[in-house]
């Protein structure tokens, strides 16, 4: 107890010395000083600054005027045609009075423009419409004045009507006049001339035949054969398809369309000994030896200078047992091409049947020495040589 009463007595001293003078101790106490954040402060100050700019300047834009026009408005106004202008009134006197002369032209002189005598007859009114055009042009700021009214604004409505009503009653005044201005050459300045090229059958005919050829080379027969067709059917007379689609069609077994179209061909150009050759090698395959002698025999006069010609022919009456002309035909085909041994052969076999065995011993050899023969028809030849020998 003698302790708690120690700290009791040295309170009251504390207190007594305070009472006498001396700051208190909540008297004594200071705040301390907090530091303060400059990044913080540096951040508030650049926050409102942008704030305060972007208020600024949605201000300035809702109190700014602003264009009515747009710039599709502008750009379509650019392109609209200019007004036609009403021609002036024209006063009773001047309709009475007589149009005037148009001065003669001098021998060889060019005549004269028509733009020239439009403008005689119309007043230029270039500047008042340039005028127009370019306060049509310029944007408008208020709400209330049509771009159409400004655009005319040279003279209120009221002044352009009785020049309109005044133009429209007396017409027969400016007649004259238009019927001494000259026609322009060649028709109307504005008209195009297109004319679109159409093809000739002769055109169309070639066209197909390139594409059937196409269509060959990337082994489409079918379609190549259709495309021949085609074009035959365009142009009749081209050679080149009708070969190519005779072919076809014998590679094919199709004889008896390649029959036809080779007969078509040689009734339009009897000089094709080629067709007659392939017709009358139809004829023989078909065992028609006779009809394809007679074929041969009407186109023989066409085809002088062509040697697989004579041979066919010759082969054919051989087989017909007509050895003599068979000889004749030989003949005619190698004074045209002398090195084919076949042919040699040929004529050996018929001047054998005809015994005439020294000339087919030398045909014989010609066409053993001719180089040209598989070894099948050089072992005949042997045989045939013995036999003559």
């Known amino acids: 107890m003698s302790l708690i009463n120690k700290m009791l007595q040295d309170l009251d001293k504390r207190h007594a010395v305070d009472a006498g003078g001396k700051k208190t101790l909540t008297e004594q106490l200071r705040p301390v000083q907090v530091p303060k954040d400059w990044r913080r402060i540096v951040i508030e100050i650049l926050a409102g600054l942008i704030v305060g700019g972007g208020w600024a300047v949605w201000v300035m834009y809702q109190i700014s005027p602003r264009s009515v026009v747009t710039e599709l408005a502008f750009q379509s106004q650019m392109k609209r045609p200019t007004p036609a202008v009403a021609p002036p009134a024209v006063a009773p006197e001047q309709q009475r009075a007589p149009a005037p002369a148009v001065p003669a032209q001098a021998p060889g002189s060019p005549p004269p423009a028509a733009g020239a005598a439009v403008a005689m007859a119309v007043p230029d009114r270039t500047k008042s419409s340039a005028a127009g055009g370019v306060e049509t042009l310029k944007l408008a700021t208020e709400i209330g004045t049509p771009l159409g009214e400004r655009s005319i604004g040279a003279r209120p409505k009221a002044e352009r009507r009785p020049a309109a009503d005044a133009a429209r009653k007396a017409p027969s005044a400016q007649a004259p006049a238009a019927a001494n201005l000259p026609a322009p050459k060649g028709g109307s300045l504005a008209s195009i001339d297109k004319q679109v090229h159409v093809p000739t059958r002769a055109e169309r005919a070639e066209i197909e035949f390139r594409k059937a050829t196409a269509l060959l080379n990337q082994g489409r027969v079918a379609e190549a054969i259709e495309g021949y067709r085609s074009t035959l059917a365009e142009n009749a007379a081209h050679g080149a398809a009708r070969q190519a689609l005779v072919g076809l069609l014998l590679e094919n077994r199709h004889i008896d369309e390649a029959q036809q179209f080779l007969q078509e061909g040689l009734n339009l150009n009897p000089d094709r000994s080629s067709y007659a050759i392939l017709l009358a090698r139809i004829q023989v395959e078909r065992g028609d030896l006779q009809g394809a002698q007679d074929l041969l025999s009407r186109h023989a006069a066409k085809a002088a200078?062509?040697?697989?010609?004579?041979?066919?022919?010759?082969?054919?009456?051989?087989?017909?047992?007509?050895?003599?002309?068979?000889?004749?035909?030989?003949?005619?085909?190698?004074?045209?091409?002398?090195?084919?041994?076949?042919?040699?052969?040929?004529?050996?076999?018929?001047l054998q049947a005809e015994n005439r065995d020294a000339e087919a011993r030398d045909a014989f050899t010609r066409a053993k020495s001719a180089g040209s023969l598989n070894p099948d028809l050089v072992s005949f030849i042997d045989q045939r040589l013995k036999q003559l020998h």
């Open 305 to 350: 200078n062509n040697a697989d010609f004579h041979a066919f022919h010759a082969a054919v009456l051989q087989r017909l047992g007509r050895h003599k002309e068979a000889v004749s035909g030989y003949q005619a085909a190698l004074r045209i091409a002398p090195n084919a041994g076949v042919w040699w052969m040929g004529m050996g076999i018929s």
